[in-house]
């Protein structure tokens, strides 16, 4: 016997949300044999219904009162595209206590108060999948989520910003300046008309709250993210990094430490022979090492309406499937309650190149600044002469704190003119 | 209050099955979390009890009897790393029908006869997961199952034999032959004291089968599998196409074609800007092309005992959180029914070397016998002279069937001393 309609609303349908609704009727039936039974769209909230968009559906279907839309005891599924903590929260909260399961693609919302949402899921026994909330169209929530999880996470290095990797692929290629890549990402329609939230490693930071919480069954939130963007980079040290075999990355980085986890979000230099380092353009991948399964990746599109609609549409199917065969799948696990590290207790390595002036006894007092944090120099290398005299400068590793403090100290050195830059070396084998 | 112990039975205890034992004991609470459930090894099956194995397990554990160990009521998961199709089959089916959930890593089972298992599963209400059974601990039969469910997937290339790749990667870097390859994957221990089953494309053909069936929903057996190996491959062909900016892969590839689906294993040119020619020695990737997701890249360890652990301990929490929330996991989806089509329906490219005897006319012998098979030359090289004249030809695009044709015709001309090499060309934009 045929399995009743399964009746979904949609909150939000902007580029994600048209596209899902496209697809929803593109491949009725397709997806009707893959969940067992037929998908029946129920309402689409949004704030702007007059708005010509480019989905051929029932106008009556599009309405403004989305409290209304998720207060109705007759749904399924819904599905959030807004974006944002509220009124998101609240509406998801409101269609779980109704009974409808949710998938939803809200960064946001997940690493601002991820808790609130899972443990409503939790008590009204429905299910919250979010693939699309980090990199897009990849794979990448359920393999952390249940793949891995007869695994043990150790770290994870992740390029998740498509924005920023674009421009730091093109100063990395062509040299240029951080500005002109931007402009061209702009132009382009890789960057928003406001990048702050991408070139601040804000939109990274997200991202990396939620991996760290699916890898190591810890709650981490947005705040407990260390967050460095790529404006201040400069296409010297770009090009410095280039030439001594390195490419630099935006990264996201979730992993183990002696007393708990740190997940921070830096420009770092990584080698080019490491897998992440051939990660171009607006892709985006994330790079797993594992105790048993050792080192994985998964590439691909981060962004964009179709990929993220792909994640969107491969949630419905799974929280569909549940419906119909009776049951949840798989929900928070946050037993293991790691301590969230500071930023301090990193143990990292640095690049730092400066400008120095040109006269006998300068590497001495470097050397000293470094001695005195007990930070050990692995090699120093002299560029240039006279007035464009630089140091550079590459650490063993140390805690961050100490490298820190090392590099505060240089800059009151009178032989030291400028700290040209400063990046994070991630990435080597053995590091 | 705290779920009753979740009893597992283990057939099979080899490289990966001793170290799924390893972990169960290591990770006990670990796993116990993250399932809600404890797990309680109730007996592993073995042919010969009385073999020294390297795990700290109660000796009084070990049977014989497997047959009697499927056959108890109190099982909630059995775990099969035995491999082979019989008596694993049975079984299994079994066990299913005593009501436990299966984990398997068993790709010839599932390549050669899986319908019968999935449809056990099905009558009997309970899980099948085998995420160990293809590129061991690269999460990629749940991507497929799950988080693609809601896209079309058009074609799969995967790098998923280990062996092979590390002699390419050999044979490619070094120019050694496949026979020094070949001996120094023995000497690692890459290649096993009979690696016919590796070479000849056996196993990525199994590997295919199952791709093939996920990603189209489709039944399909290693029966339909096109398969070539590697075994005839000259380090001048290697090298050849190492000029030309391509690397040869042994490639599994699943692709929608105009009248079904094609699965064929063999080894191929891929352009060196492909992110699967970055991938080196002994490691596996696959690469998803779908319609909405876009370009994807799945890359790991393929095999061995750790990484084949991860995935089979990943698949007993699934199914552990299954049994203890109520409700199984995604079934088979075999509802497409497409036709698998046969080789020569295959559009795609080759490049052909000739040894050619070096006198006037033998370019318009050749041409002609490329036209008279409809088969479009894209550019012709001639490389050295006298004896040692070879004509290298790419095609452009064309049947299967008509290359192989123009290829059995180039033998009988009399100027073509030689086909000293035929691959097809795979991967490329728009090709």
Redesign the interface.
Known sequence: MPHRPLRLALLGCGTVGS?VVR?LRA?HD??A??IGAPLELAGIAVRRPELRRDVDVDPTLFTTDAAGLVGREDLDIVVEVMGGVEPARSLLLTAMSRGASVVTANKALLAEDGATIYEAADIYGVDVYF?AAVA????LI??LR???????VQRILGIVNGTTNYILTRMDEEGVTFADALAEATELGYAEADPSADLDGLDAAAKAAILASLAF?TRVTIGDVHREGIAGLSAAAVSAARDMGYVVKLLAICERTARGIGVRVHPAMIPRTH?LA?VRDAYNAVFVE????????????GA?G??T??????????VG??RV????G?GE?A??DLDVRPIGETITRYHVNLDVADRAGVLAQVATVFARHNVSIQTVRQIGRGDDAQLAVMTHTAPDAALAATVDDLRDLDVVRAVASVLRVEGEEGA
Chains 1, 2 share one sequence.
Do not use: W
């Open positions: 596209e697809q491949r397709d997806l044999a893959r693939e897009g169209g990849i794979p359920r393999p249940e793949s891995l999880a007869g695994d043990t069954h897998p051939g594992c105790d048993a399964a050792g080192q994985l990746m998964f590439y691909g599109r964009g179709p990929p609609a792909s994640a969107v549409l491969g949630d419905i199917v799974a499937r549940n065969r009776g049951g949840i798989t696990s037993y293991a």
